[in-house]
């Protein structure tokens, strides 16, 4: 659709036991799935690489798994991220980019960076952070998401600074890490974390209807009216402009794992 960006919605990983039977056929070999899950979902968030380091090998056996137009999320190392000094997380992202990743092709998608739920905000130091990351690597435009679980982050500075680095907050529908909705860089990403294993589609399929609608605002560049009471800057100067088109990443993670698959494709099939 034209004025539009592309949605996307998918799940963290492939590997989960208890998806055989329920998302997986229970007789599929695991080392197809996720040639299987890359073919019912339109993306995967990688935590693996949250933990440790993969390789250019890694990498590109994924890309060969998945079909064109799939894209992986990949999380950057706990290393850059559960540090005192974030200043300092130079040589660790660094590594990272170092081991592969744009081995995924136009595979790759977002970098999110994921800071522990005790990290707080200190804006000379979170704009240390920022500056650490490229805007390319081998030739490609990387574009790089932080999820903040802090509640200082609920402040006017933190959005000025992200706007200035066009870096995207996370939108995180989560019991208890704050939600910060704003429009900082060229995309979205949301981490929808209140799904329950008893729903078989983890949401509330009225909750999919009304995160869909709030995807297509996303996509078309504004912000939708579901989350506009999590817009913490409202002391910002807010510029009329016309609205820029994102591409939107959705993700239904943690909460009701179980049936993440079956949300994500309920989402999705409401977009058609």
Partial sequence: MSG???????????????WRGVFYPEKLQQAKELHFASRALSTIEINGTYYRS???????????????????????????TNRRVLAEAGDSIKRFLDSG????????????????????????????????????????????????????????????LIR????????????????IADLAGGFVYARLQKGEDTIPTAYPPKEIAQWADAARSWAE?????????????????????????????????????VHAPAAAQAFTALLT
């Fill in 4 to 18: 539009h960006g592309t949605i996307r919605a998918g799940i963290g990983g492939w590997t989960f036991a208890p």
């Fill in 54 to 80: 993969q390789t250019p090998n890694t990498f590109a056996k994924w890309a060969r798994d998945v079909p064109d137009g799939f894209v992986f999320s990949l999380k950057g190392p706990r290393f850059a």
């Fill in 101 to 160: 990743p744009t081995m995924l092709g136009d595979r790759l998608g977002p970098i999110l960076w994921q800071f522990a739920p005790t990290k707080t905000f200190d804006e000379a130091d979170f704009g240390a952070f920022l500056e650490l990351l490229p805007k390319e690597l081998d030739g490609k435009a990387l574009r790089h998401t932080v999820e903040v679980r802090h509640d200082t982050f609920k402040c006017p500075e933190f959005i000025a």
């Fill in 164 to 179: 200035r680095h066009a870096v995207p907050v996370v939108y995180a529908d989560h019991p208890v890490y704050p939600a």
């Fill in 221 to 257: 560049g504004n912000l939708p009216k579901r989350v506009e009471g999590d817009l913490f800057a409202p002391a910002l100067p807010s510029k009329k402009t016309k609205p820029k088109p994102r591409d939107v990443f959705v993700y239904f993670i943690h909460g009701g794992k």
